[in-house]
């Protein structure tokens, strides 16, 4: 991890400003104010493409689980996910 991650207080949503870039294995994400670039892996991918504002994390787990075809949705690694995301600046709550 990467610190302590903002708390997630609304929906979370993707910075703006990030240029997205799909990869073989997932996304590769440059933060130009950073200077940094990120390589989301499919699963990050998906939660990272989840975040519109509008759906809250529990909600993201639920696509997950419809994406993967789990049984139940993984809502601890859901919000592991999107922590790391926050932590890394590539997302921020509503």
Known sequence: ?????PSMEGPPRKIESLEVNEADDGLV?????RD????LNPSAAVIFDLCDGVRDADEIAAAL???YGLAAPPVA???AGL???AA???IHAG
């Open 36 to 39: 940094q670039v990120h390589h």
């Open 29 to 33: 994400v440059y933060d130009s104010s």
């Open 83 to 85: 922590d790391e995301l």
């Open 65 to 67: 689980a419809a994406v």
């Open 88 to 90: 890394r600046g590539l």
């Open 1 to 5: 991890m990467l610190g302590s991650p």
């Open 77 to 79: 690694d859901t919000r």
